[in-house]
């Protein structure tokens, strides 16, 4: 179920429709073109925003209509503690961070392991644009128009023996380029997982760009997990690897405080965090909070996956 | 009415500053995507901050015998309030909406919240029986003891973003290490290093 709702954010914290509009005209123009990312640079035209745009073949499935937060604070407000904790730091110091090459090892519980180059993966994957809410486990919550495509389609291409029950997941372990690594505030590598069936559901997306356009680095370039029911901590960022495993993974914030983040961490107004009430939330952009839906309003697509589980115990 | 002192006049102007740098950020949308997070922690931050200037004071004029110092030490004290009044103000208003219900289970079923709000309310009387008057009623004993409660409420605001904080301590660990030196300066044992420090006899 994806709710409509009034348009309660400033006009001017939102990116004029007609620019983005017209942002998707010239996409669709240079639709035949191999795919911008595998443009050379010196002939990519850049966004807006001044990234290199994306080309986008399929528009807003599973997208909400509520309005995109604004592009200035999807790239400045960001939990990425591997540049630092607080929310600014990630815009500053994530220019360290080299996106190419990069390449993405898909193993374990496969017939067809194997490492993939960031920029085969942009070829080989249409890309999608999907607008999604974002629900931070600290009670604030944004709206992004992401560009990638399922994950259930990387999984695919390996083919997941009957071993595989969960699919578990590392970001790139470098202090020399991610310097808040430097200090140990988390047990690094970042680690995430999620069960087989969370991880083939339509709704979980390698992302690659935001708004039409490269990922910034701060938002978890080159590639990123997003998985927009769960808290935003579980869609890890800068994957390098990714490991089809028959166990539950051990996950970073898990390990650092098992009793306030759960492996699961459903968006759920009902299970309070010992910090925050989950029962609202802030959306970037505006004052007061709104109401927190379980499962961050995705529902109707993913309840059946945790039918029958204690989600109070299973958090 | 005493003569005018410049040195307090500066220090208004200065304990004034961070005020402004808020109203010049929120004016000029420097507060970031979530301005509320931002005026809560950068008011919470001079709370503790002044607070520790505050008690910063009896071991300055005992071991580095700045006399002068004691004279400020009210004013230091009543702006560590008035950061506290609008780090709550803050939270009351621009975070939770002055919804009673949120805001009783909030301070009722975190820790953190309560101590804060604890911590906050200790702060009330001392702020309330800073004048003169109030010290001549109550009597300088009574007074003094009463006003030992800041030691108190320091270490709950310092608990207070301990428990805050997701990962990094350092943070409140630096103001938790400043406070427990500002606390020891205050042994016997400091005063009587005090001649090895090489600083003038208080009297």
Redesign the interface.
Known sequence: MLIRRPDPIPASEITDPALFRRRRAFLRYAAGVLGAAAVPAAFAVPGPHGRERLEVAVRGRFSTDEAPTSYASVTGYNNFYEFGVNKRDPARLAGSLRTRPWTVVVEGACERPRTFDIDELLRRFPLEERVYRLRCVEAWSMVIPWVGFPLAALLKAVQPTSEARYVAFETLHDPEQMPGQRRRILDWPYREGLRIDEAVHPLALIAVGLYGEVLPNQNGAPLRLVVPWKYGFKSIKSIVRIRLVPEQPPTTWHMAAPDEYGFYANVNPDVPHPRWSQRRERRIGELRKRPTLPFNGYAEEVAHLYAGMDLRRFY | MRSPDPGKAALFLLCLLPLGGLLWDAASGGL???P??ALSRRTGDWTLRLLLATLAVTPLRRLAGWRWIARQRRMLGLFAFFYACLHVANYLV?DQ?LEWA?IV??VL????VTVGAVGFLLLVPLAATSTDAALRRLGGRRWKRLHRAVYLAAGLGVLHYL??V???LTPPLAYGAVLAVLLLARLPLAAALRPALGAPSGR
């Open positions: 970031g995507a979530n509320v997070e621009l909406w949120e289970a909030d079923e975190r820790p953190w428990w805050l997701k990962a990094d």
